[in-house]
C-alpha cells in the first residue's frame, strides 16, 4: 500500500482509536503547531505567492458604519486553519503508523513455546541414558 494511499485512508475512514488520538495530540500541540503554521510556514508560501498574508485575506459583505464594525468573510483564516489540521493529522498519522509497525513485530515474533510432553519424555529418556 503507498504512502500516501495509507495517509489518505487514515485522515478519511480513522477508526475510534485514531481519531481519539488526534483529539488528544491535536489539543496538546495545537497552539505549537498553530505557531508553527502561522510563524514559519506561511510567511514563505505567502512570499512565493507574492507576499499575501493568509490569515488578513477576507471580503468585506458590508462596510463598517459608525460604531457597527464591518461585516467580513475571513476566507484567509479558513485556510490556515486548513493547514493547521493537515500538519496535524500527518503527525498522528505517522505516530498510529509506527505505533502499528511496532505492534507488528511484536506479533511476528515467535513466543517461547513451552515443550510437548513428547519432548519431556524425550529429555527425561536422555537424563537417563546419561546418568548410566
Known amino acids: 500500500m503507498s504512502f500516501i494511499?495509507?495517509?489518505?485512508?487514515?485522515?478519511?475512514?480513522?477508526?475510534?482509536?485514531?481519531m481519539a488520538?488526534?483529539?488528544?495530540?491535536?489539543?496538546?500541540?495545537?497552539?505549537?503547531?498553530?505557531s508553527f503554521v502561522g510563524d514559519v510556514l506561511m510567511p514563505p508560501i505567502g512570499l512565493l505567492l507574492g507576499g499575501v498574508n493568509f490569515t488578513g485575506l477576507k471580503i468585506t459583505l458590508k462596510q463598517a458604519a459608525g460604531e457597527v464594525p464591518a461585516v467580513t468573510l475571513n476566507y484567509?483564516?479558513?485556510i490556515q486553519t486548513i493547514m493547521d489540521f493537515t500538519i496535524?493529522?500527518?503527525?498522528?498519522?505517522?505516530?498510529?503508523?509506527?505505533?502499528?509497525?511496532?505492534?507488528?513485530?511484536?506479533?511476528?515474533?515467535?513466543?517461547a513455546l513451552a515443550p510437548t510432553n513428547e519432548e519431556k519424555l524425550l529429555a527425561e529418556i536422555r537424563d537417563l541414558l546419561k546418568a548410566r
Open 5 to 18: 494511499k495509507e495517509f489518505r485512508e487514515f485522515a478519511v475512514k480513522g477508526n475510534v482509536v485514531d
Open 21 to 34: 488520538v488526534g483529539i488528544v495530540i491535536g489539543a496538546a500541540f495545537g497552539k505549537i503547531v498553530s
Open 76 to 78: 484567509g483564516t479558513f
Open 88 to 111: 496535524i493529522a500527518f503527525a498522528i498519522f505517522l505516530v498510529v503508523k509506527a505505533i502499528n509497525r511496532l505492534k507488528q513485530k511484536q506479533e511476528e515474533a515467535p513466543a
